[in-house]
């Protein structure tokens, strides 16, 4: 007898990254940057860690230097050298 049971459906991905997707977050955490603390340090009071994760989770796979240029200019809104 063959069977005709449909295999369940994986779970959906909310686009923001997952532990089994390599993100952004690995390539800082390899090169030894913190581009959190130096935004935090230039935003001050304004500084929201939720949409610091969320920018960086959205910027996908960068090299660590493109993505401290991303944060400064992007999220920080000051021009950075590379």
Do not use: C, H
């Given at each position: 007898?063959?069977?005709?049971?449909?295999?369940?459906?994986?779970?959906?991905?909310?686009?923001?990254?997952?532990?089994?997707?390599?993100?952004?977050?690995?390539?800082?955490?390899?090169?030894?940057?913190?581009?959190?603390?130096?935004?935090?340090?230039?935003?001050?009071?304004?500084?929201?860690?939720?949409k610091f994760h969320d920018f960086i989770l959205s910027q996908g796979l960068l090299p660590p230097a493109l993505l401290r240029k991303a944060v400064f200019e992007?999220?920080?809104?000051?021009?950075?050298?590379?």
């Open positions: 007898m063959v069977s005709t049971a449909v295999p369940p459906k994986p779970p959906k991905s909310s686009g923001k990254g997952s532990a089994s997707s390599p993100s952004s977050a690995y390539w800082l955490q390899a090169s030894g940057e913190n581009p959190g603390a130096e935004a935090e340090k230039a935003l001050g009071t304004k500084f929201d860690q939720r992007d999220f920080i809104g000051r021009p950075v050298a590379l």
